[in-house]
């Protein structure tokens, strides 16, 4: 491992937020107070069983505005990763086609579950993306198959920050008998305004730490009539899809996360936008060789900048930044530990050579945060460059 020697304190600048987003203050005084004062079964059927039952299903509102759907139609799981998987492997167990087709650019919670129909007898088509990291619908109705049972397309990528086109995706797939359309919207939720109508599709997980909330709880939207079988059995929760008694501290948090996301979402969306433009502007005028991963003009969602450094290794890189008190990611933080690009970053054609860190933002990110995340930035790259370049062979000269 390198030894980078730079010591000099920093205050932390945090630029991790589609890893997880540091929790509401109100989100946190909800969650303990329902964990002291709700503390009964949702489905006892004593009055203090009803009192939790009712927070339960004003939570459900709540997401469910968020999403403008019905809070019948949403079901809470332990994670966005679990929501996912409810999404993706339900549907398709249920359907009677054994042909799934995904995006090769999925978040590993709906890549690995697709994977694990393919060891149960399952046919994957994974459809690439453009250089630009979008997935054109085209190409995903000329993927179908008679017997395709799923489709699993993202809305926001969450390494490269693009806006997948899920209404034409879903148009492209047609009105009669078409396949399940799953969503994963965990890096869009609370960052990006979205209607299940507007989308078209059959499903869309969503998690709460990506939006404020607390940790270890998700929901999934299912479109009433879709069909879906759940992952285990139990107790017969939520719809029987999801039994286990519910996480009713950690389910009322995501609905506040929630109802607080919804408020003013265009506004902070379109203020998270010209954040995260002035970022990307500043760090190619004054970083060397620095450059955007996607080419500049590419739908995506207003919080996640993702820059490329041609001949510099990510890790060590991501290291110097740390060191300087700025937290950013290299890649996903679900697939972090793994050596060498991505498979969102070889989807796109990046090698082995280039590194690409992302930088996502907060309705409560600052420009002065960001102007001084630019120049450590450029301290940073400075230093990695040296030490690649002192690690370089010389070449030998002959006589």
């Not at 179908?144 to 920050?161: F, I, K, P, S, Y």
Request: with cysteine; net charge positive; glycine share 10%.
């Amino acid at each position: 491992m390198l030894a980078f020697g730079y010591t000099r304190p920093r205050p932390m600048i945090y630029l991790d937020h589609a890893a997880s987003t540091p929790p509401h203050e109100s989100v946190l005084r909800a969650v303990d107070a329902t964990a002291r004062e709700l503390f009964a079964n949702p489905s006892s059927a004593h009055s203090e069983g009803a009192k939790a039952a009712r927070a339960l299903e004003g939570a459900r509102a709540q997401v469910a505005a968020l999403l403008g759907a019905e809070p019948r139609d949403c079901i809470f799981t332990g994670s966005g990763t679990e929501a996912d998987a409810l999404g993706v492997l339900g549907p398709a167990r249920r359907a009677r086609g054994r042909h799934v087709v995904l995006s090769a650019i999925e978040h590993p919670a709906v890549m690995g579950n697709a994977e694990l129909l393919e060891k149960a007898g399952y046919r994957l088509t994974r459809v690439p993306p453009n250089a630009a990291g979008v997935i054109d619908p085209d190409a995903v109705a000329a993927a179908m198959q008679a017997d395709t049972a799923l489709v699993a397309v993202m809305l926001v990528n969450n390494e490269l920050g693009t806006l997948q086109p899920i209404a034409a995706i879903a148009q492209k797939l047609g009105h009669t008998k078409p396949p399940h359309l799953h969503v994963d919207a965990v890096a869009a939720a609370g960052f990006l305004p979205m209607s299940v109508r507007t989308l078209g599709c059959d499903s869309i997980a969503i998690s709460g730490h990506k939006l404020q909330g607390p940790r270890g709880v998700g929901a999934l939207w299912m479109r009433p009539g879709a069909g879906n079988e759940s992952l285990y059995a139990g107790g017969g929760q939520e719809k029987g899809l999801r039994s286990g008694t519910e996480n009713l501290p950690a389910i009322v948090g995501l609905g506040l996360a929630c109802e607080l996301a919804r408020k003013g979402l265009h506004e902070r969306s379109a203020a998270v936008a010209r954040l995260r433009d002035a970022f990307e502007e500043s760090a190619l005028s004054r970083v060397p060789g620095s450059r955007t991963t996607v080419p500049q003009g590419t739908p995506r969602g207003p919080h996640i900048a993702s820059l490329a450094f041609d001949g510099l290794p990510a890790e060590p890189l991501l290291h110097a930044l740390d060191a300087r008190g700025v937290r950013a990611a290299a890649g996903s933080a679900c697939a972090s530990k793994k050596k060498g690009p991505s498979h969102v970053l070889k989807a796109i054609g990046i090698g082995d050579d280039t590194a690409v860190l992302r930088f996502s933002l907060s309705p409560e990110t600052t420009t002065a945060e960001l102007e001084l995340a630019v120049a450590l930035l450029g301290e940073a790259v400075a230093e990695i460059e040296r030490v690649v370049n002192l690690s370089r062979p010389r070449k030998s000269r002959h006589v």
